[in-house]
C-alpha cells in the first residue's frame, strides 16, 4: 500500500500573511443561448404534475361549539352571493373566477375571467 504525503511546497505557496490576500480571476465558459426545441422539452418534463384545482362556492367562520352541533340537514351559511362568481384555485392560489354548470349528470364550472398576475398581487395584499 502507498502512501501519500501531502506536497509540502503546494502547501507553503497557499500561507499569506494575515494582512495579504491571494486571488485569482474567475473564468466562465462563454454561455450559447439554448434552442426553442430545448424549451420544449424543459416545458414537458412539468407537463404530468398534478396540481390541486378547486372551486370556492364561499367561506364563513363559526365556533366550535356550533361545529359540534352540526347534524345532517343542518344548513351553513356561507359569504358568497347567489350568482356570484366563483374562486377557481391552483394548490391555494386564485387564478381565475367562474360559475356552475351542469355537465351531464355532475356539476362543472365555467371560467368567466382569468385573474391576471398583478391582479393575484393585488388581492394578496388585502
Known sequence: MTDIKPNND??????VASDELITKEAIFETLSPQQNEDKKQDINLILDIPVELSVELGRTKIAI???????QGSVIALDG??????D??????????GEIVVVGDNY??????I???SER???LSR
Open 108 to 113: 362543472g364550472v365555467r371560467i368567466t375571467d
Open 81 to 86: 352571493l347567489a350568482g356570484e362568481p366563483l
Open 65 to 71: 361549539k356550533d361545529l359540534l352541533n352540526l347534524t
Open 88 to 97: 377557481i384555485l391552483i394548490n391555494g392560489y386564485l387564478i381565475a373566477q
Open 10 to 15: 503546494e502547501n507553503q505557496e497557499t500561507k
Open 115 to 117: 385573474i391576471t398576475p
Open 121 to 123: 398581487v393585488r388581492r
